[in-house]
């Protein structure tokens, strides 16, 4: 068990590309902090980003790993 999770956090997070691009936005476009997962979701959700402000709620922990590690992103 401890090699597995060892390997999990070695993989990139798979993110679907519409919500690292919506993430990308609010970096660059808010003074927010980006390690507040839920104002990041709820600033996603008042600007119409619906997808991503729901993967970031039920994604927290990969969210947090996504910030300082980057993504894989999927379609």
Same mark, same amino acid.
């Given at each position: 068990?401890?090699?597995?999770? &060892?390997?999990?956090?070695?993989?990139?997070?798979k993110?679907?590309?519409?919500?690292?691009?919506?993430?990308? *936005?609010?970096?660059?476009? @808010? &003074?927010? /902090?980006?390690?507040?997962?839920?104002?990041?979701?709820?600033?996603?959700?008042?600007? +119409?980003? *619906?997808?991503?402000?729901?993967?970031? @709620?039920?994604?927290?922990?990969? *969210?947090?790993k996504?910030?300082?590690e +980057?993504?894989?992103?999927? /379609?």
């Amino acid at each position: 068990m401890r090699e597995t999770r &060892q390997r999990d956090s070695e993989m990139p997070v798979k993110v679907p590309r519409r919500v690292w691009e919506a993430i990308l *936005y609010l970096r660059q476009s @808010l &003074q927010l /902090d980006m390690h507040d997962a839920m104002r990041v979701s709820e600033a996603c959700a008042s600007r +119409g980003l *619906y997808e991503a402000a729901d993967w970031i @709620l039920e994604n927290q922990d990969e *969210y947090l790993k996504l910030l300082t590690e +980057g993504p894989e992103t999927t /379609d």
